[in-house]
């Protein structure tokens, strides 16, 4: 699949119903100098369809993770919007590849997610890379959504080298596994890197503080308007955001979150 010039497929999964869902780039369609690419595909490879997504500049959508709903949630990097360079980029569609929400991430550095992975809660964890705002050292780095994916939690670890996280999935005993590299002593010259977290990115108990004995689940007030999250030392705690409502709250659809509400 493809067309007249430069067309790259990076990630695939199947569906429930046997199709196939693709992310890449494509420079044959779209604006044309780069942009993400998502296609369907039927169980013989035939093209159901596709939609190319991005801006004027580069995009790329690195991993995709399907959702319950059919659709998927992409994740990679764009140089057409957000706070300049390279910003990470999450793009959210349903069964048919229609848009439902997007949000860029990041600072003036080049930032970038490299995987997503669907959670039992029904929200999305984040894996990649930051240059962030203080440390001109690329950092890995750990992000939790909800379903409407506002951040929940965010973590950039690493040391004084680089380091980078290219792939993450959720652990049969509870939180995530990340792997990606890192070149801080005593692997100056770049080693694997593996990390386990709890189900709120901490790597380690002491972090973690009274969040190592909750879930998810257990933080969760089935309010769209706020954004659910553990902190070490308070427990759970409810944030308010700017969310679009939900599916049956008693909005339109373009109204949001304020206030709680």
Not at 117 to 136: F, P, Y
Not at 179 to 196: C, N, Q, Y
């Amino acid at each position: 699949h493809g067309g007249a010039a430069s067309d790259s497929g990076l990630s695939v999964s199947q569906r429930k119903d046997g199709t196939f869902l693709l992310t890449g780039l494509t420079s044959s369609y779209g604006q044309g100098n780069g942009d993400a690419w998502i296609l369907a595909l039927d169980a013989q490879g035939n093209l159901l369809w596709q939609r190319p997504q991005g801006g004027y500049k580069y995009e790329e959508a690195v991993h995709h993770a399907n959702a319950a709903d059919g659709g998927l949630l992409l994740a990679g990097f764009t140089a057409s919007k957000g706070a300049g360079g390279n910003d990470a980029w999450l793009w959210r569609a349903d069964a048919l590849g229609k848009p439902l929400w997007e949000r860029t991430l990041g600072g003036v550095l080049a930032d970038e997610f490299r995987a997503v992975a669907a959670t039992a809660e029904g929200g999305w964890v984040v894996a990649g890379t930051a240059d962030g705002d203080t440390n001109a050292n690329s950092q890995g780095w750990l992000l939790g959504l909800d379903a409407a994916g506002q951040t929940q939690w965010e973590r950039k670890l690493g040391g004084p080298g680089s380091e980078q996280l290219r792939a993450v999935a959720a652990h049969p005993a509870g939180g995530f596994v990340a792997v990606g590299r890192t070149s801080a002593a005593p692997a100056a010259k770049g080693d694997g890197w593996i990390l386990r977290t709890d189900p709120w990115g901490h790597t380690s108990c002491a972090a973690a503080g009274v969040c190592a004995t909750k879930k998810a689940l257990d933080c969760q007030d089935a309010n769209p308007c706020t954004s659910d999250t553990c902190d070490p030392i308070a427990g759970c705690v409810a944030e308010q955001n700017t969310a679009p409502c939900a599916a049956g709250q008693a909005c339109t659809a373009e109204d949001v979150c304020a206030g709680g509400v």
